[in-house]
């Protein structure tokens, strides 16, 4: 059994009192609304053969928000009550004392829906989650004596949200998410080297673990913490790279995702603020931002301003064609919102973030990829990457990668850090594949300090010149 | 306000009283409010308020060698009562691991210094604006300088731990943090950088002047980069990064990672990792100090270590867990360092860029390419070329990399320490890394 939220059950004030408060702040706003939020987490961690933590956390409160022009005001506490939203009103009326704006009363409806109203903790009981743990821990333990450490943990949450409007328009959304990982290390002859793995999404726990399909997860940490056991220093300097589908398409994330954010944009202060309608990939490469596919782990029904998501193009064969919005950015920039608006949680504001960022299959084979390259890298999973916005240079960490000599695989090299130009690096792109593939649903990313889960999916890709930076010259 | 030490205690009291009714033999918990408000500019007006109130409450209970934990920002006793019961439950359900407990008792803080941690100023909006507009003023004042945003914020904090074992102890903390990112622009390139002031007393904090110029010319000198070839050179770590290279050598002396076999610092207590210049301290004692406490967060006293001497590692990290693990008592370092930094090189600034006929100084890295397990290091950066003790001219698009085992031995540091931040280095030369370029 599941239910929404009644945020004003348990507390000394009513629906019809906050709802008198909101329309009261915000009367001379442009925009704002009251956003309350509820969420119910736990944390179950194996770790060195042990159950090393099993937490829960429950977490509630409402962010206050009103808006005037650019002017944002925000408050939040963690207590819903009349004395507490007064006070929050009013800060934001402090803040903004002299403005005159008219509230936009219009946000878009739809009834689609890209997951369940489930709460995936109370879908499997502690013990089986426990025992399930520690099978993992055995099965790799047998599966070789090198295996020195094995860490593998589940991650369950279900959020529920309201967004309540100036006028007392009322959205709602209940959020399942979870994620599995497991991590192991190896050691031979004195050197250790460490494989990570890990599966999630909008859905529940048995959508993944029934079976044996945890040992999928296994063998895949395993393999690729096999392969650094084995690999040498990584070359450095500029190369062609081909890359792996799938999990490598943070590259997508860093070098052109964070640029296209609304934001940024507006502020002139993003290496892409001047470039909408030109050139900025090579033809062939096409990207979309897209809310809206199920179970997805950078999915979302509405976003947290309560507008329903969308599938974005954001470069279409090439051209740069629309940024991510959420309503404050889309009103200043005379567009509409593309239900890009989110937040970590309630203790922050909004702003116009990633969901789940694509580059769409070109007709090329991987194969073909590396024949192609003298010399060069091919790399097949990444730890994390990063951006400057405004000079664009962007890094990602790879954390399985091979040498290609003369069109052919090498030996597996050190994980090493990629370095590029993010209005420049698709220009380079000369090769999309045709084998699309999404990542494994585990990625999270940062903004201004806060959290969010992403997904991200590409086809294997040939980048004509890249930065490696190993040790190797 | 941020709520008092009464209320906190009460709510402390409450959740171990409960906590023991319903059947833990042991249990810690940890109430904590922090208030702050903030207020943005961007390019000479307002741009955000943003006042925050967090409560929040963790709980942890011990049924023998069983344990597990709860939070939540609810604190309202019938909300405290459902996730007692269920921890409670939990906890039997949780398989039991030897190494479980509550610190030992003779370890535990037993007199709590005043370390001047509080300043009561309360800085109205107005205030902040007016600083702000200061600083935007001194931000702006080049014509290359297209874009600047600015934040101050004032946060207020209190917490009590507590514990079945009677430790029961807590206090206020403040602090008054103020930052600007500018983003200047020529023909060729547009770059940001930033600098921020942080101090636990409003008097303490940098002149908005000052720190609205140094992010301007911070940022105004990285215009036209170039990009260099790949070669071994010399790299001089600017304190802001060099401070972040010390942070990667605390977590790889944690008691953690060294009991799970995951540092690459491993079983090298009493063995050279550094060179014979290098000392290193975690002080946790000094007065106003970011990092200063007197127990760490499971409430055992913390005194001043030296951490490297003479080049010499002397002391992990160690928490309660982890200590007995390691058959090694707990050194007050549950949560980490407090504050730690390395101790004056003997040679200026100055020398240090004259050192070598060309090096290059970085003043920005991006990407996690930190890897603890095998010491690798490997990181985009940004920054300039030195020659002949001169800045040339900026660099970007380049990674460095290296191995923490080899880096380490290959430090030499400046005489420049300043005690700005929680943890903190001189200017840092490491000769014998890789860069590569084009």
């Known amino acids: 059994m599941s239910f929404m939220s009644n945020f004003f059950e348990k507390s000394d004030l009513s629906r019809s009192e906050a709802e008198n408060i909101i329309s009261e702040t915000l009367q001379k706003c442009d925009d704002g609304e009251l956003y309350l939020e509820n969420s119910k987490s736990e944390s179950i961690l194996l770790d060195d053969n042990k159950i090393k933590n099993s937490s829960y956390n429950s977490d509630l409160g409402f962010g206050f928000r009103a808006i005037s022009d650019e002017v944002v005001a925000y408050s939040h506490s963690n207590e819903i009550s009349k004395n507490s939203l007064k006070q929050s009103s009013e800060n934001l009326k402090s803040t903004l004392k002299s403005v005159k704006g008219t509230y936009n009363y219009e946000i878009p409806k739809s009834n689609k829906k890209y997951y369940k109203n489930i709460n995936p903790i109370e879908q499997k009981s502690l013990n089986e989650k426990i025992k399930i743990l520690s099978d993992v821990n055995n099965y790799l333990r047998s599966k070789s004596d090198k295996v020195k450490q094995v860490t593998a943990n589940f991650l369950g949450e279900q959020k529920s949200v309201e967004i309540i409007r100036s006028g007392g328009e009322t959205l709602s959304d209940v959020r399942p998410l979870i994620r599995f990982n497991v991590s192991v290390m190896l050691e031979k002859n004195g050197r250790k080297e460490t494989g990570v793995y890990g599966v999630g999404g909008r859905q529940s726990y048995d959508m993944y673990l029934k079976d044996d399909n945890w040992k999928k997860v296994c063998d895949e940490a395993l393999r690729i913490a096999s392969v650094n056991l084995e690999s040498k220093p990584a070359p450095a300097g500029e190369m062609k790279v081909v890359l792996g589908p799938g999990w490598p398409a943070i590259l997508i994330h860093e070098a052109v995702g964070h640029g296209l ?76 919102s593309t239900g890009s608006g989110r937040r970590e949680n309630y203790r922050h504001i909004v702003l116009p973030r990633m969901r789940n960022t694509m580059m769409l299959s070109g007709n090329h084979t991987q194969e073909e990829m590396i024949k192609s390259v003298d010399k060069g890298i091919f790399a097949v999973s990444f730890g994390g990457g990063q951006v400057d916005i405004t000079s664009g240079k962007f890094v990602f960490n790879c954390t399985e990668a091979y040498e290609i000599v003369n069109g052919k695989i090498g030996s597996p090299i050190k994980g090493a850090t990629l370095i590029g130009d993010g209005p420049s690096i698709l220009k380079e792109v000369s090769m999309v594949g045709n084998d699309m593939m999404m990542d494994p649903g585990i990625g999270t990313c940062g903004k201004a300090g806060q959290g969010v889960p992403v997904g991200v999916a590409q086809p294997s890709i040939l980048i004509n010149k890249m930065t490696v930076g190993g040790t190797k010259l | 306000m941020v709520k008092d030490q009464e209320f906190l205690k009460k709510k402390a009291a409450y959740c171990l009283d409960l906590a023991k009714k319903l059947g833990a033999t042991d249990s810690s918990v940890v109430v904590k409010n922090s208030v702050s408000e903030t207020v943005n500019f961007r ?102 300088i297209v874009n600047t945003e600015s934040s101050f914020t004032q946060n207020k904090s209190n917490f009590i731990l507590a514990n079945t074992d009677g430790f029961c102890n807590g206090h206020k903390t403040s602090s008054f943090t103020a930052s600007s990112v500018t983003v200047a622009k020529d023909e060729k390139s547009m770059e940001r950088d930033y600098e921020y002031s942080s101090k636990c007393f409003l008097k303490d904090l940098d002149d908005a002047n000052e720190l609205g110029k140094l992010a301007a010319n911070q940022t105004i000198r990285k215009l036209s980069p170039k990009k260099i070839g790949s070669e071994k050179i010399a790299i001089i770590f600017d304190k802001r990064i060099a401070k972040g290279i010390l942070s990667t050598f605390a977590s790889a002396i944690s008691s953690s990672a060294i009991s799970r076999g995951t540092s690459f610092l491993k079983d090298k207590v009493n063995q050279k990792i550094f060179s014979d210049k290098i000392n290193i301290f975690d002080k946790p004692d000094m007065l106003k100090g970011l990092g200063s406490r007197n127990f760490d967060s499971e409430g055992v006293k913390t005194d001043t270590l030296k951490l490297v001497d003479q080049g010499i590692l ?105 005690l700005k931040y929680a943890t903190n280095s001189p200017t840092m030369l490491i000769e014998g890394m890789v860069v590569a370029g084009k």
């Open chain 1, 261 to 336: 954010e609304g934001d940024f944009n507006r502020k002139k202060t993003s290496a892409f603020h001047n470039l909408m309608g030109q050139k900025v990939a090579s033809e062939g490469v096409t990207i979309i931002d897209d809310g809206t596919i199920d179970n997805r782990r950078g999915s979302l029904t509405i976003d947290d301003e309560g507008t329903p998501t969308e599938k974005t193009v954001l470069i279409e064969n090439g051209i740069l064609k629309n940024f991510m919005q959420d309503r404050l950015n889309a009103r200043l920039m005379k567009t509409r």
């Open chain 2, 43 to 144: 390019n000479k007006k307002l741009d955000e308020s943003n006042r925050s109130d967090d409560l929040g409450i963790s709980i942890t209970t011990y049924i023998g060698k069983k344990k597990s934990s709860i939070s939540s920002s609810n604190l309202l006793n019938e909300n405290l009562n459902v996730l007692i019961e269920k921890c409670v439950e939990t906890t039997k359900n949780t398989p039991e691991d030897e190494f479980n407990s509550l610190p030992d008792r003779d370890l535990l803080a037993q007199e709590v210094k005043d370390l001047d941690l509080y300043d009561d100023t309360q800085i109205e909006n107005d205030q902040k604006i007016n600083y702000l507009k200061k600083l935007e003023d001194a931000a702006s004042n080049d014509k290359k």
């Open chain 2, 314 to 418: 002397k002391h992990y990290l160690i928490d309660t867990y982890n200590g007995k693990k390691l058959n090694l008592k707990s050194n007050g370092r549950c949560g980490g360092t407090s504050n730690l930094y390395f101790e004056n090189g003997n040679i200026s600034f100055k020398d240090l860029l004259n050192s070598n006929s060309k090096s290059l100084y970085i003043t920005e890295t991006i990407g996690h390419g930190s890897n603890i397990v095998t010491g690798d290091y490997s990181v985009g950066a940004t920054g300039f070329l030195v020659e002949n003790g001169e800045f040339k001219f900026p660099i970007n698009e380049i990674t460095i990399a290296g191995n923490f085992k080899d880096m380490f031995q290959n430090i030499i540091l400046a005489n420049d320490l300043e």
